[in-house]
């Protein structure tokens, strides 16, 4: 049996991030031979990683960030188990990792992220050998990225929440931040009425006509009624037609023209652990 010094259990650490235990004995099962003790961690790390994987994996952290002179914005959210996982710094660094290579590929959807090689393994590798070692599910929830003429990215405090905003023109980037924080406080269904989807029309329309049935209006106004409150709620859930929170009074679209005539959002994009 090789000798195994606490130096070569350190060594093992430090490549592959499992515990000191995991290590002595990976080593000790492979004889001190490296290569094989760094296999056996993997092997481990994926049989946990498969046993967890029909878990519920609600905490992570949400990333974004702007690159070409703010005209692309990327933002990933990488989702594991726990909060205490969520604060360590190695997961942290994971998901730093993927949002870099993010902007590095600009991948069109989730399955072409992690398909991204960084050192010879693919992202989804990496996820599930960090879920391994850390013994809890890990998935890319989110992928997201929106070119304009200038885009915004804001990262909420703690990292549970993220935004992009899209603008049509170049501005001062604090214009831009103002209303991705908006975005991110207030949550819109879309940019103006035309950018609602018709599945939250309908249901909106519904709701809309349930409360006056429920109210005793006649069957006959119902309709007219149901469409006042959609009116309503375009008015309080679009963000161009939302009240601007830093100021108050005033819609975040004359906000816009405040700044510079013509300016608007011309997409946004939103992700919540909470979501």
């Known amino acids: ?12 650490r430090k490549i592959t991030g499992a515990g000191m ?18 296999e056996l961690i993997r092997e481990k790390g994926l ?44 997961f942290i660094a994971l998901a730093n990792t993927i949002l870099e290579a993010a902007a590095d590929n600009l991948p069109d959807n989730i399955d072409e992220l992690k398909a991204i090689e960084i050192d010879g393994q693919s992202i989804g590798d990496l996820i599930t ?18 070119e304009a003429a200038q885009v915004a990215a804001y990262i909420h405090m703690g990292n549970k929440l993220a935004t992009l905003v899209g603008l049509n023109k170049e501005v001062d980037p604090q214009i831009g931040m103002n209303i991705a924080m908006q975005v991110a406080a207030m ?53 161009l037609n939302q009240e601007f929170v830093q100021e108050g009074k ?15 959002v011309v997409d946004f994009k939103r992700y919540g652990l909470s979501n």
């Not at 609600?58 to 005209?71: D, L």
């Open 47 to 90: 049989a946990i990683a498969n046993k967890r994987a029909d878990r519920e994996a609600s905490e992570g952290a949400v990333i974004a960030k702007t690159i070409n002179n703010n005209t692309v914005g990327v933002m990933i959210a990488l989702n594991c188990e726990t909060d205490f996982v969520a604060k360590n710094e190695d």
């Open 187 to 239: 949550n819109p269904a879309g940019v103006d009425k035309d950018s609602v989807s018709e599945d939250i029309v309908a249901k909106e329309l519904e709701i809309g006509r349930e409360q006056a049935r429920l109210e005793g209006k006649a069957e006959q106004l119902l309709d007219k009624i149901a469409q006042g409150k959609l009116q309503k709620f375009f008015k309080e859930n679009t963000l």
């Open 1 to 12: 049996m090789a000798n195994i010094s606490a130096a070569d259990v350190a060594k093992l």
């Open 21 to 38: 235990m995991d290590c002595k004995k990976a080593l000790v099962e492979a004889d001190g031979d490296f290569e094989r003790a760094k």
């Open 129 to 146: 050998e960090r879920s391994g070692l850390t013994g809890e599910k890990m998935e890319v929830a989110s992928y997201e990225k929106l």
């Open 250 to 264: 005033i819609s975040v679209k004359d906000y816009l023209k405040k700044q510079e005539p013509n300016l608007t």
